[in-house]
């Protein structure tokens, strides 16, 4: 990287990026990120008039050829399928962000409620487990081997969360009035999966090393998206910045990451979190 002009570190032109779960909250922000530095967005998802839309919408503000595709990420025919299309369209892969997974909602049932651990479904467990992290395991199978035998490397982000640093603190959602039972909690699965993903990131951070492909792991806090003004004020509480993240307040770390501006950081685990697991 000594040659590399200081203006350029965090450009990343021409460099095919994918990125899984592309049209969520965040998923967006990553993509246009990426698009903003010169990259080429692979935005994957489910929805393809929706991925299509959003594709069109980076093309024109950013002039590069971003491409939406419909993949499965729990499914690894689909996975090798497209990983073979991208190679043999643009010739090399050189980032992976593994960003999708489901997020399991604090709410209310019937007669109880099914986010406590004692009622917690084994078809959800299994769903959230095949999103979060076996898709990741699946992508980076695929497309982190493409980012290996790409002679320049690359780099693989995964998105986990503050909470696979620390455990929820389920004080946040309790509700006045209502028994044990049907107070809602958050679920066992996101808690799994975020820190599961760590482990993922040492692993191939020393797996592929040899080949110049390093792999990170980012810890977001929570994203302030009209959340009930109660739930804020105590959760500001335990965040020493006193708030919790806008959208875009990660992209700077993400384009970090992918970029030579981190040549040397691997295997790290960050947390962009307001200082919340500082305390």
Excluded at 79 to 92: D, Q, S
Excluded at 147 to 168: H, T
Excluded at 225 to 247: T, W
Aim: with cysteine; aromatic share 8%.
């Amino acid at each position: 990287m000594s040659d590399k002009k200081l203006d350029q570190l965090f450009r990343i032109d021409n460099q095919v990026v994918v990125i899984t779960g592309a049209t969520g909250l965040l998923g967006r922000k990553h993509a246009e990120v990426v698009a903003a530095y010169g990259g080429i967005p692979i935005l994957l998802d489910l929805n393809q008039a929706v991925i299509d839309d959003f594709a069109k919408e980076l093309e024109d503000k950013y002039n590069v050829p971003a491409t939406g595709m419909v993949v499965d990420i729990t499914n690894e025919a689909s996975i090798a399928e497209n990983c073979a299309f991208l190679l043999k369209k643009f010739g090399t892969i050189s980032g992976l962000i593994n960003n999708a997974a489901n997020n399991p909602k604090v709410e209310d049932a019937a007669d109880k409620n099914f986010s406590r651990l004692e009622n917690f479904p084994i078809d959800i467990w299994n769903q959230d487990i095949a999103v979060g992290l076996t898709g990741a395991f699946l992508c980076a199978k695929h497309y982190g081997n493409a980012i290996a035998n790409n002679p320049a490397g690359g780099s693989i982000v995964n998105i986990s969360s503050d909470l696979g640093l620390i455990a929820p603190d389920q004080r946040l959602y309790l509700k006045d009035g209502l028994p044990e039972e049907k107070q809602a909690v958050k679920p066992v699965t996101y808690s799994v999966v975020k820190t599961a993903l760590l482990g993922l990131t040492r692993y191939l951070a020393t797996y592929w090393a040899d080949k110049n492909v390093r792999c990170n792991a980012l810890c977001p806090g929570g994203i302030e998206n009209g959340q009930d003004s109660a739930f804020l004020a105590e959760l500001h509480s335990r965040i020493p910045m006193g708030r919790m993240a806008s959208a875009d307040e990660y992209q700077g770390v993400v384009i970090f990451m992918l970029s030579q501006a981190s040549a040397y950081l691997n295997g790290a685990v960050i947390p962009v979190d307001g200082g919340r697991t500082t305390w």
